[in-house]
């Protein structure tokens, strides 16, 4: 018995030691941001147990929870590796500008098993040349033609919307038009497949997704052994085939069209495109999962973006009624063009209120490829910092009375007083959102022919009445009440 405690007594001082001697310089910073400093840190799992403290274990919750009992900056330990979390303008802007902190925080790694060579986990040299190919695809010439694109399917979810009028899961249920959406602005596949294929596509994303969440949501167990242990891993490679399979003969005719028509190449940039010409040696399967990548990160986010603006809109009726009141002086019962959307000004600000209120990616995290000053501090290299861009957004020092939902303060003649790292729910700098221009393009071609065709209402009364969570997309836990029903013409 004594030998056994004495064992454990010299493997643990062994093993803190080690762990102080490794990362001297880590503790020297976590101690001078105090908050986070006095969890001990455990073997394998570091300080991560604290997300136990919080209400639910999902990164949202670890946020309020810090918010609300410890407060911003703070200090975390993903096993040995080191963690600053904070929300601080000043420090985000050096951040997300620096080209030290190009790269990913690990935390993102999991994502690797399934989408190893998206844009979004590649290394800095790799997403360089990934981001200047893929920034084609969202071209202002596209994003031209697409508003026609978005405007038609927008008309066939509203035909739909006057039969649903109340739907049960509305995020699933605008999760599905943007996946949609994707596939038809983004990809040129929906040509070779029956409408039921689309949806089926969609749905694969979409669960894919929900699957991924799930292995996010468990930050102290390895991406391999999740895979192996639990089945939504296999899950996830079997609906990757099954994809590949339902899109296979679209790919092959798209690739038929490359090979045969050089001018065609030189021109058309779709996503798929982009894809099969970024390495046209790739196999099927990795083509797919490219796509699949890009369609996971336009659908949730839009998806979400348009319940939030809706439940928003029908929680306050008059913003709603100066949405419809612009809609029809700016556009009136004709088709929307691509010229209506500068004077859709009221329209974009409610969007861009939205998505303070609600930033549907509420945090970000990246790599500190060297040390980076932050004026106060120097964090040392190899760190991971995470931002809350939600607790940015709702900062009562950068905005007054945070929890009111009011587009007027993105109205251009408001606009000089919003400080603009205050407000990014496309992160910033070079690694913001690619799909952000596309994004606010569907957003506003959908949410006004939705205003102008439905009176929307919903049986919420406040912003503090919706719990949130997330893992790299965020929702309320509950699926929101939101109401559509046919305007009187
Ligand atoms: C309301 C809608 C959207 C929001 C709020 C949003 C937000 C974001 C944010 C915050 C990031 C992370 C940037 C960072 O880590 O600093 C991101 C990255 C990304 N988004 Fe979006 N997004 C939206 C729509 C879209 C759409 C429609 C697409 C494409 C179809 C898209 C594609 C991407 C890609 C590919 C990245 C990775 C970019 C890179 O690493 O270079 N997003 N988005």
Redesign the pocket.
């Given at each position: 018995m004594i030998i056994s405690l004495c064992l454990i007594g010299f493997c643990t001082c062994a093993f803190y030691l080690h762990f102080v001697y490794r990362n001297w310089q880590y503790l020297k910073f976590s101690w001078q941001v105090k908050n986070g400093f006095w969890y001990p840190i455990l073997p394998l799992i570091g300080t991560m147990y604290v997300s136990l403290f919080s209400e639910s274990i999902n990164i949202m919750s670890l946020m309020q929870w810090i918010d609300k009992i410890k407060g911003f900056p703070f200090s975390l330990w993903d096993a040995d590796k080191y963690i600053y979390i904070t929300k601080d303008t000043k420090e985000v802007k050096i951040f997300?500008n620096h080209p030290k902190c190009v790269n990913?925080a690990p935390f993102y790694d999991k994502l690797k098993f399934i989408f190893d060579d998206?844009?979004?986990v590649v290394p800095e040299e790799i997403?360089k040349k990934?981001?200047k190919h893929?920034g084609m695809g969202?071209k202002s010439s596209i994003l031209k033609n697409n508003v026609y694109v978005y405007y038609n399917h927008s008309c066939r979810m509203i035909e739909d919307l006057k039969y649903v009028e109340t739907p049960k899961d509305i995020f699933r249920y605008f999760d599905r038009y943007?996946v949609q959406s994707?596939f038809l602005g983004?990809t040129g596949i929906s040509k070779y497949l029956s409408s039921f294929e689309m949806e089926k596509v969609g749905d694969i994303i979409l669960e894919i997704q929900d699957l991924l969440n799930s292995l996010i949501i468990i930050p102290f167990i390895s991406p391999k052994l999740w895979l192996a242990i639990f089945p939504a891993g296999k899950k996830i490679k079997k609906l990757l085939e099954e994809s590949k399979e339902i899109t296979k003969y679209g790919i092959a005719q798209k690739k038929k069209m490359l090979r045969e028509n050089q001018e065609y190449r030189e021109n058309s940039k779709d996503?798929l495109e982009l894809c099969l010409i970024y390495n046209p040696n790739d196999s099927d399967d990795k083509i797919m999962r490219q796509v699949a990548?890009?369609?996971s990160?336009?659908?949730d986010?839009?998806g979400?973006?348009l319940t939030f603006t809706f439940v928003l809109l029908g929680m306050h009726q008059e913003i709603q009624e100066k949405v419809y009141k612009e809609v029809m002086e700016v556009v009136g019962d004709k088709d929307i063009t691509h010229q209506d959307l500068p004077n859709l000004k009221y329209t974009e600000a409610t969007i861009c209120e939205t998505?303070r209120l609600f930033?549907?990616?509420p945090v970000?995290?990246?790599s500190c490829d060297e040390d980076i000053d932050l004026g106060t501090k120097i964090i040392p290299k190899g760190s991971s910092c995470i931002f809350s861009?939600l607790h940015l957004h709702r900062d009562p020092q950068y905005w007054p009375d945070p929890l009111k939902f009011d587009p007027s303060r993105f109205l251009p003649e408001n606009q000089s007083k919003i400080n603009p790292s205050s407000f990014?729910?496309?992160?910033?700098?070079?690694?913001?959102?690619?799909?952000?221009a596309?994004?606010?393009v569907?957003?506003k071609v959908t949410i006004a022919n939705v205003a102008r065709h439905f009176k929307i209402t919903s049986n919420h009364r406040s912003i503090q009445e919706f719990s949130l969570q997330s893992c790299l997309t965020m929702k309320t836990r509950e699926s929101p009440h939101c109401c559509f029903s046919a305007r009187k013409k």
């Open positions: 997300v990913k998206s844009i979004f997403w990934q981001r893929f969202f943007s994707f983004n996503i990548f890009f369609a990160a336009g659908s986010t839009t979400y973006a998505l930033p549907v990616v970000i995290g990246r861009i990014m729910p496309f992160s910033a700098g070079p690694r913001d959102c690619i799909g952000k596309q994004a606010l569907n957003l």
